[in-house]
């Protein structure tokens, strides 16, 4: 009798110990979400990239777009993702190659046929940067100077048509903000340091599965640690070398703050981005660097490749087109 009770009691460990199984997400249950870079370059027009720029894909349609890069929108087309289906546009910060393909999008969904709404989500005013509000009139409002007024009935209610650009400040203050846009979809934020530019790191949960991008960023302030979290994939800048100069450092993070950050977050899987001369020519010392102190996954983003956030394989596919 006392053996069967021993059982009943072993029995009720592994039924219990199931269940905080079954509540931990496992990167096999994120096959139904993947990236893929539209954008690995920075400002720069002559390293063969276009400016910063990614997709978020969920069950197989393009949900998120992460930054705006220029040249990006090229790429966008090879895709082959319908901006009829992207929910929100996330702005890291409002340099020219994070944002200056905007308008081109913009007035690209007039011949997709959008019908939706597009909310774009960045960060608020300062150090001389307007907030993402602000920005969104200065190019197309037709009550100010804009950029571009002949497309502001993109953002004015109308009756002509649904398609309207709803531009969103976030202001998330040292703790992470986040927001529902879907039942399984949300996005959420932090503020992080970029010299003085007002500057956001992303994140893209879907049900239990997330990646986090950094955007550009020198890494003092400690928030990436606190946004990206066990986060299956982080998308990390590499815009410098290890041997950067102080003002270099003070916008961007090393390849040594990379590794920090990745290993202090559990990040799942590493990817580096953005890409500058001066850091794609090192991208073998950085990552070595990095090694020292993260022990996972590092891959280089790769312009259309799409990468997955489910462990098992490579965790690479070929790109959507071909
Ligand atoms: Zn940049």
């Known amino acids: 009798m006392k053996k069967i009770n021993q059982y009943v009691v072993v029995i009720m460990v592994i039924i219990a110990s199931t269940r905080v199984f079954a509540s931990i997400p496992s990167d096999e249950q994120c096959h139904d979400i993947n990236i893929q870079t539209l954008g690995a370059g920075g400002p720069e027009i002559d390293d063969g990239l276009a400016s910063s720029s990614f997709l978020v894909w969920i069950n197989g349609k393009a949900r998120i ?28 910060h409002l340099h020219v190659d994070h944002s200056a393909a905007i308008p ?82 949300s996005i959420a934020a932090i503020n992080v340091v970029h010299g003085p530019v007002p500057a956001l790191a992303w994140k893209v949960i879907f049900k239990q599965c997330s990646v986090t991008f950094s955007g550009d960023m020198n890494g003092s302030s400690g928030h990436l640690v606190l946004l990206a979290k066990d986060t299956q994939l982080l998308v990390a800048n590499n815009a410098i070398g290890q041997e950067a100069g102080r003002v ?75």
């Open 248 to 322: 270099a450092k003070n916008l961007h993070m090393t390849p040594k703050i990379i590794g920090e950050i990745s290993q202090q977050a559990n990040v799942h899987k590493l990817v580096l981005a953005h890409f500058m001369l001066r850091s794609v020519s090192k991208t073998d010392e950085s990552r070595d660097i990095i090694k020292k102190s993260y022990s996972g996954e590092v891959e280089l983003a790769k312009e259309l490749e799409v990468i997955k956030l489910s462990s098992g394989d490579s965790g690479v596919e070929e790109s959507m087109t071909d």
């Open 104 to 185: 081109v999008y913009i007035k690209a969904g007039f011949f997709t046929g959008r019908k939706t709404h597009l909310a774009i989500f960045g960060p608020n005013a300062g150090a001389g940067f307007p907030s993402t509000t602000a920005f969104i009139s200065a190019l197309f409002d037709d009550k100010q100077n804009s950029a571009y007024p002949y497309l502001s009935d993109n953002i004015r209610e109308q009756a002509s048509t649904d398609y309207l650009v709803i531009p969103h400040n976030v202001s998330p203050e040292n703790a992470v903000w986040q927001q529902a846009l879907s039942k399984d979809l």
């Open 65 to 92: 777009m992460v930054d705006a890069g220029g040249g990006s929108t090229l790429n966008f087309e090879k895709s082959m993702a319908n901006f009829n289906d992207l929910q929100a546009i996330l702005l890291t």
